[in-house]
């Protein structure tokens, strides 16, 4: 049957001029029309506009649904199939559950199609979903759906990153990377992220277990402060959650303030930054 849904893809030709950057992350917060194929003139057409409480997590391997907000996920039901590249360039991810229901989107588009009830009379799917709009959801959505608002206290410029040990600081710098400090309104504890401005994805977290050293200047050293906190945090490009241990040493130089975080994860990866800090976090508060 999938040599046969190759021509479904036709119907993608009317999207040509909704052009978008779509990533690998978890969506919420899009429209969705629903579609039916016509026997008469061999093709989809369209049915209405819905409001259904879906959220997509996309990825390489696998695609899942969760219908309602409270239900559970489709796991492992629509995984990877290949590749189609198409005359004119475009690159569509094609995906198969065990029903042999399919999903397509593609990396520079801002739709994902949904075809199942294969019909053999047909050969062709009865019925398309599309949603549109794909919103990748962020800490700012997180934060929206809490009705709470973000008050930043301190941003930390990375210039250095190794992961592992191993120098990943082009690709840091490259996704204008840095850490926040925030709280939220209404709540006393505090929270850090570590957000990637080009990929627009962050990991971010409850702070908690806090503990704070401080060094006063010295005619050898500068005054530093040395904040150790447990986090616990989401990643919101796959929705992985976990905990770590911090460690962010703040160096007060004459030119300006510059940081070390140290980073390490509960499968033991380690994480190191290292740069400045924009911003008057006031490290007594973690007392």
């Known amino acids: 049957m999938k ?20 990533k690998y992350g978890h969506y919420i917060g899009f429209e969705v029309d629903e579609w039916v194929y016509s026997k008469n003139q061999k093709t989809h057409i369209f049915l209405e506009t819905v409001d259904l409480n879906t959220q997509i ?10 219908k309602g907000k409270d239900a ?35 990396p520079d588009n801002n739709l994902l199609y949904y075809y199942y009830n294969w019909d053999d009379t047909f050969k062709n799917f009865r019925n398309l979903t599309v949603y549109k709009n794909l919103l990748l959801k962020t800490k700012k959505s997180q ?38 400090f925030y709280t939220l309104k209404g709540r006393e504890e505090f ?10 994805s962050q990991s971010f977290g409850l702070l908690y277990d806090s503990n704070l050293e401080v060094f006063e200047e010295t005619e050898e ?10 986090w616990r945090y989401t990643n919101d490009y796959d929705d992985k959650k976990g905990t770590a241990k ?7 130089k004459p030119q300006g303030i510059i940081f070390e975080l140290t980073i390490i994860l509960e499968n033991l990866d380690l994480i190191v930054y290292k740069g400045y800090m924009e911003g008057s976090l006031d490290f007594s508060l973690f007392k």
Not at 3 to 22: E, G, K, P, R, T
Request: glycine share 2%.
């Open 221 to 230: 050293e500068y005054k530093t402060d040395v904040l150790t906190s447990s």
């Open 246 to 252: 911090i460690k962010l040493i703040k160096i007060y």
């Open 143 to 180: 934060i929206s759906e809490d009705s709470d608002d973000q008050m930043d206290l301190a941003r930390f410029i990375i210039t250095d990153a190794k992961f592992n040990g191993e120098d990943v600081t082009p690709e840091v710098v490259k996704n204008k990377a840095y850490t926040v």
């Open 72 to 106: 559970e996920w489709l796991a492992n039901k629509w995984e990877f199939d290949e590749t189609v590249k198409e005359e004119d360039g475009s690159v569509f991810y094609r995906y198969f559950d065990e029903r042999e229901q399919m999903v397509l989107f593609t």
């Open 57 to 66: 997590i996309m990825s390489k391997n696998k695609i899942e649904f969760q």
């Open 191 to 200: 929270y850090m992220a570590n957000y990637f401005s080009e990929a627009d």
């Open 3 to 22: 040599n046969l849904l190759f021509q479904v893809l036709i119907f993608l030709s009317f999207s040509s001029n909704l052009i978008a950057q779509v």
